[in-house]
């Protein structure tokens, strides 16, 4: 695998087990082709491991044994595709070309919600709260009353939402909400 690969122009890092893949992973942009069984941690364990830990690699896993369940399960669990052994040069070189392209993209996705994030990290808690009231679609006269604040304020407040969080318009702002609350956070 690791000839084909390289003979391909790719470069190609091996590594002998899930547990020495996750220690020397530094967040490098890439796909991953993982067998079923290795030692220790399996593909699919590994391939669950990657999504706890938030790691944006699509996975290729490969089986010498696979069973249509198993396939199944890691198409289910994100995997962008499941090979077996024996498998024809030419689908693993379109495979890999395939999931660097979703690596691009993935990495680009995941850059823009940290950026989203850090922004939103920045807001202050009124700021926060001015926010999430808008996005719900109330007015400046309806979040100053639910604020005990006055309707000037809740302007001043908004104004400083949309410049901080980069937002050229309220549409702009919702889709940031919906893209936050996607990501785990919790709008007050």
Known sequence: MQWLLSSAGYSVICAGS????????????GCLLLDVRMPGTNGLALQQI???????????LISGHGDIPMAVNAIKAGALDFIEK??????VL??????????????????ETQALKQRYH??????????????????NREIAEALGISPKTVEVHR?????KMQASSLPVLVNMGNRLTQSGITLP
């Not at 999504?51 to 699509?58: M, V």
């Not at 024996?86 to 689908?91: C, G, I, M, V």
């Not at 660097?100 to 680009?108: H, I, M, T, V, Y």
């Open 18 to 29: 899930a547990s020495e893949f996750l220690e020397r992973y530094q967040g490098e942009q």
């Open 122 to 139: 920045n807001l202050s808690q009124r700021e926060r709260e001015v926010m999430a009231l808008v996005i719900e679609g109330q007015a």
């Open 159 to 163: 104004a400083r939402v949309m410049s």
């Open 86 to 91: 024996p498998f024809d040069d030419r689908r």
């Open 94 to 111: 379109n495979l890999v070309s395939k999931a660097l392209q979703e690596a691009e993209q993935r990495f680009k996705a995941h850059g």
């Open 50 to 60: 990657l999504q706890e830990r938030d790691i944006q690699l699509p996975v290729i």
